[in-house]
Each structure stands twice: as structure tokens, then as C-alpha cells.
């Protein structure tokens, strides 16, 4: 039994979203694009970072986040 195969939500001809219209969404909605480094940093750094996530409930990365931005700000003055 050959039928036509049907995607439920989508219309023929409705073009795929452009990047650029995911792009200025996440701009519009206040979402900064985030981007991947990688760092070695000493053992006792990462525990210190760890720590002081769980003390605060946070995250180790909103943590650094917190943290370079602050330190951004207190040298641009």
C-alpha cells in the first residue's frame, strides 16, 4: 500500500528558515551567541571553581562567566 508521504506541520513550498533568521531571533529574544574555549587551568583552580558553583547554586560556567565579565568591567575603568 503506496501512499503519499505526509510531514504533519509542514506545507509544500515554505521554504526552511534561513540562518540569518535564526540569527536575528536570538538577537530579538536577547540570546547572545555563545562560543567554545578550551583551557588548562590548575587542578586546584577547577576544585576551587567547583566549589564555589555549589556554594553560590550555580553553574561552573555562569561562574566564569560572572567572573570574566567582572574582571572586564573593573579594568575598562
Given at each position: 500500500?503506496?501512499?503519499?508521504?505526509d510531514i504533519?506541520?509542514?506545507?509544500?513550498?515554505h521554504a526552511d528558515p534561513?540562518?540569518?533568521?535564526?540569527?536575528?531571533d536570538r538577537f530579538v529574544s536577547g540570546i547572545e551567541p555563545?562560543?567554545?574555549m578550551t583551557?588548562?587551568?590548575?587542578?586546584?583552580l577547577k576544585h576551587a571553581l567547583k566549589q564555589a558553583a555549589l556554594d553560590r547554586k550555580t553553574t561552573v560556567k555562569a561562574l566564569l562567566i560572572e567572573l570574566i565579565e567582572g574582571h572586564l568591567a573593573a579594568i575598562k575603568q
Open positions: 500500500m503506496k501512499g503519499k508521504f504533519p506541520g509542514r506545507t509544500p513550498g534561513s540562518p540569518m533568521d535564526a540569527a536575528m555563545m562560543t567554545t583551557v588548562q587551568i590548575p587542578e586546584r
